[in-house]
């Protein structure tokens, strides 16, 4: 019985230094901040006009700059992981609707934030326009999403 946990003690089943270098492993981690502000932006959207609570506008404008701050790190790091895990492989098929995907979703939300601060600005409350391009946003995320869980191997085709 020694042996056994003396050998298993010197097993590093957790190596630090390639879960912080791996080529591939941020990517995962950091586009989770950009897709849950966004989402959690149009909760309190959602709230805000349900319990017509200001603040709950603000907390929603603040979600969404967080998550159009946090994008370029998280395409940074899609870059990163489709050079270094994907050895850069031809965009073709999932890897390339990933890709128009994200570029089309980060673009929808810098667009969105954009929006939002000028209404902000002008103290004009959302209207048709920004819920529509919010729902063109979600879906692209959603798709985006998607197709990186296939890409990635995570998600079965």
């Known amino acids: ?3 056994f946990l003396a050998h298993a003690h010197s097993l590093n089943p957790f190596d630090l230094k390639a879960a912080l270098l791996a080529g ?15 989402i959690a ?5 959602l709230l805000a006009v349900w319990r017509k609570k200001p603040i709950l ?7 969404l700059l967080g998550a159009a701050l ?14 270094w ?9 999932n890897l390339r609707l990933h890709m128009i995907c994200a570029v089309t979703s980060a673009l929808l939300i810098f667009f ?5 601060s000028r209404l902000r600005a002008k103290n004009i409350s959302l209207g048709v326009s920004y819920v529509t391009v919010t729902l063109f946003a979600l879906m692209a995320i959603t ?4 197709l990186g869980g296939i890409v990635s191997g995570v998600e079965m085709p």
């Open 1 to 3: 019985m020694k042996l």
């Open 24 to 38: 591939h492993a941020q990517h995962p981690v950091i586009i989770h901040f950009p897709i849950g502000l966004f």
């Open 41 to 45: 932006s149009v909760v309190f959207d």
């Open 57 to 63: 506008a603000a907390v929603a404008y603040y979600n």
């Open 70 to 83: 946090t994008l370029p790190l998280a395409i940074a790091t899609g870059l990163g992981a489709w050079q």
């Open 85 to 93: 895990q994907l050895e850069g492989a031809t965009l073709k098929g």
């Open 112 to 116: 969105l934030c954009w929006m939002r």
């Open 143 to 146: 798709l985006t999403g998607h």
